[in-house]
């Protein structure tokens, strides 16, 4: 499947065959009601879901609008990577795989994953990037307490991208492995199913708004990195009059070159997969991206979220780490939530936009996991 002229499968042919059956078992089982029904029962006693809209009072007085906050930091495990987590671990399961892969930059991903297969008993590796172990060993710790495998990630620059290459090298060459990709990436049919298990973001949201408001938001920001939580919330408002703003790493500024924002140098290339834009240099190569946030640390963008920008739907930006760091405090002093650096970004974007709206103009933020992962940073 494509999305525009973006996506595809961009994969050798023996992956091509093991994708083709994980595509038709997800078509399958997303109809089956008895499948829906047990995701359902686990978002609901195992993560916790629905998550709290929360109105950001304090915020709101500060900026001058109405902000809300969609609070997945509150799901267990502290973001919205386990509703994708769980849901492909329960496919995985149905198909039969004994052991699971995944990668993961923050650690988010790979603490969800461990805690899912944990609960169902299943093998697990995580990918990680050497220079991630180190930033992020607090999540590290939770994955060993967990009982999932981690495999030291050496090569390039030791982050996101690398792990993600050592991961599909795996997948491809073990046939009992299922791969469970944590970002709207990678091959078809990975963006469709993480859009799929995380959409419950979005859905959530525009029921909550309209029970508090009575109306839809005027905005909808969130962070990108690969871009799940944010697929997640948009794919809810995209055929609404709503403004939705899709934030990138800016690192230490676009013009130094040592950032994230795969958007900002305009060039369509072939990552991990799939067609879409990436940070590449003249002949093709793919530059390391750079951010403060481990999980905003990568050289592109889901292949959907591409397609919208390519088509105007949603205005794609960036923010820098100082931006980040200072929207870290605030958010932290003003409303007593300790948002992760990912999430930052998001909330940074409020300054930038605040002048373009009123004080009865309502904003939402995807607060897409929580912050106690990066105080040492």
């Known amino acids: 499947m494509n999305y525009g002229t973006f996506g595809g499968q961009y994969v050798p042919q023996q992956l091509k065959k093991k994708l083709s059956k994980i ?52 799901n267990h495990t502290g973001s919205h990577k386990i509703n994708n987590a769980l849901g492909q671990v329960l496919l995985a399961k149905r198909m039969g795989f004994t052991h699971i892969i995944c990668e993961t930059g923050a650690g988010q991903h790979g603490v969800a994953t461990a805690t899912v297969c944990a609960l169902f008993n299943i093998k697990c590796t995580v990918f990680m990037g050497y220079k991630d172990i180190v930033r992020q060993k607090v999540n590290v710790e939770k994955i060993k307490m967990l009982g999932a495998n981690i495999c030291e990630v050496r090569s390039g620059e030791g982050t ?40 419950v973001i979005g859905d959530e949201t525009k029921e909550q708004i309209l029970v508090k408001e009575k109306k839809l938001p005027n905005g909808v920001i969130a962070c990108i990195g690969g871009g799940s939580n944010s697929i997640g919330v948009f794919t809810s408002f995209i055929n609404d009059d709503v403004d939705i703003y899709g934030i990138e790493g800016a690192g230490l500024g676009l013009q130094t070159g040592m950032h994230a924002s795969a958007i900002y140098n305009n060039t369509i290339g072939v990552l991990h997969g799939m067609k879409t834009y990436t940070m590449q240099d003249d002949k093709g190569n793919i530059n390391d991206a750079y951010s403060i946030s481990a999980g905003l640390d990568y050289p592109g963008i889901g292949p959907e979220h591409a ?31 300790i948002p992760a650096l ?36």
């Open 307 to 337: 397609y919208f920008h390519s088509v105007d739907r949603v205005k794609y930006d960036s923010i820098t780490d100082e931006e980040a760091v200072n929207a870290f405090k605030l958010l932290t002093n003003l409303e007593g939530i």
């Open 23 to 74: 595509s038709d078992s997800f078509n399958e089982l997303k109809k089956d009601e008895q499948f829906n029904k047990e995701y359902k029962k686990y978002l609901k006693d195992f993560i916790g879901r629905p998550t709290p809209l929360y109105f950001a009072s304090n915020l709101s007085e500060y900026l001058g609008i109405k902000v809300y906050l969609k609070r997945e930091d509150l």
């Open 160 to 199: 996101l991208k690398e792990a993600v290459d050592e991961a599909f090298e795996y997948f491809i060459s073990h046939e009992e492995v299922y791969y469970l990709i944590g970002s709207a990436v990678g091959p078809y049919p990975y963006p469709e199913m993480v859009k799929y298990f995380q959409r």
């Open 342 to 377: 990912e999430s930052s970004h998001a909330v940074a974007y409020l300054e930038k936009i605040k002048d373009k709206y009123n004080e009865d103009d309502i904003l939402v933020v995807c607060l897409s996991g929580r912050g106690d992962k990066d105080l040492d940073n």
